[in-house]
């Protein structure tokens, strides 16, 4: 029986990149479903996503902003029976000819999400020397918290079993920046990681929607929110005490 | 360092309001970049609390006669500060409640028109 993968592209006015992400994202990947995440935007990012005929779309009315973005795409893949979920940028950052290794080693390793991460082979694309120093301080940060080592904890290029895609449809960090985030949720929760050396591109048109220098508010709000997941129960833990809430 | 009483007040105040405000994000009644500011001025408070040359001191630059009252006026802006953050939020919210309830309305319609369509075909 044929597996279904699901490849989630959040997308907020991307216009100028949606089309090509598509397309080669189709070409590396025919039997999958790609499915673009429109988040509110509001320039044509969804029509000419649509124009390509070669996506499942999803029009957010609103913005949610990247973490509620990709949950909606997590939630869909739950809902309809998808085996493996891919995260891609929409920004052509992510090489999608890489999504099949992604997949492969989630296969082989018994975890439940793989990370493409940039900085084992410092191959390609290596960010700004300001977003490098970001990551190092919130790699130290999920060391200290998890103690877990991940060489890049802020890569949005992931890979998750039915596992993980569950888990994350439910509870999926949805603020700003998720991917830190994510990290700390993932181990807190019982998921097993991984990392996968890929090479990825610069930018190519559009604006980041981290703006260019990693700012101090944003690693402040960040390094909070690993802090506090850490030091949370476990999601099925906080369940049981809703329950009992009035 | 011999603490007086009304920084010994403050300082147990405002230590038991920093493990509340912890304690409710821990338990995910309260988003932690809206309580950003909240720990940020309870941490001013503390240390306020506890140093009293840097009390004296502010106190001072303001022309504030008894220090203490320096650290209510803090307080005061905090909480004019936060619900100023507040009112962004809501009106941000507001928004956003207001564009999904339109869109479920034009969905709705859709849906019934479809409905309808199908229906006069059979």
Request: one cysteine or more; hydrophobic letters at 45%; glycine letters at 6%.
């Amino acid at each position: 029986m044929q597996e279904k993968i699901c490849i989630i592209i959040p997308c907020f006015n991307e216009q100028n990149n949606v089309i090509e992400v598509i397309e080669e994202t189709f070409r590396h990947n025919e039997s999958a479903t790609i499915l673009i995440i429109n988040d509110g935007s509001s320039d044509n990012t969804y029509e000419f996503a649509v124009s390509t005929r070669k996506a499942r779309i999803i029009d957010l009315p609103c913005n949610l902003g990247v973490g509620g973005a990709v949950q909606a795409g997590f939630m869909f893949a739950a809902r309809q029976g998808f085996d493996y979920a891919v995260k891609l940028d929409g920004d052509l950052q992510h090489p999608p000819d890489f999504v099949s290794s992604l997949i492969a080693e989630l296969k082989n390793s018994s975890c439940d999400i793989v990370i493409g991460s940039r900085f084992i082979d410092y191959d390609g694309f290596q960010s700004s020397f300001t977003r490098r120093i970001g990551i190092g301080v919130l790699k130290s940060w999920a060391k200290l918290l998890t103690g877990i080592a991940v060489t890049d904890p802020t890569s949005g290029f992931r890979a998750y079993n039915r596992n993980a895609i569950e888990f994350m449809a439910e509870h999926y960090p949805s603020f700003d920046y998720p991917e830190p985030e994510e990290l700390i949720l993932a181990c807190k929760n019982g998921l097993k990681l991984k990392e996968l050396s890929v090479k990825m591109r610069a930018r190519k048109s559009g604006v980041s929607s981290i703006s260019s220098s990693i700012s101090l508010y944003y690693m402040v709000k960040v390094s909070l929110a690993m802090f506090f997941i850490a030091l949370r129960p476990t999601e099925k833990a906080l369940k049981k005490t809703k329950e009992y809430d009035s | 360092m011999i603490l007086e009483k009304i920084q010994i007040i403050s300082l147990i105040l405002s230590i038991s309001f920093l493990l509340f405000i912890f304690e409710l994000i821990r338990r995910k009644k309260v988003k932690e970049a809206y309580a950003i500011l909240w720990l940020f001025f309870a941490a001013v408070f503390i240390l306020l609390s506890i140093w009293k040359d840097g009390l004296d001191y502010l106190a001072a630059i303001f022309g504030i006669y008894y220090p203490p009252a320096f650290l209510f006026l803090f307080l005061i802006v905090a909480i004019i500060l936060i619900l100023i953050q507040f009112s962004v939020v809501v009106s941000g919210q507001n928004e956003k409640i207001k564009k999904l309830t339109q869109e479920l309305g034009l969905l709705k319609e859709n849906l019934e028109s479809r409905k309808r369509s199908i229906n006069q075909d059979e």
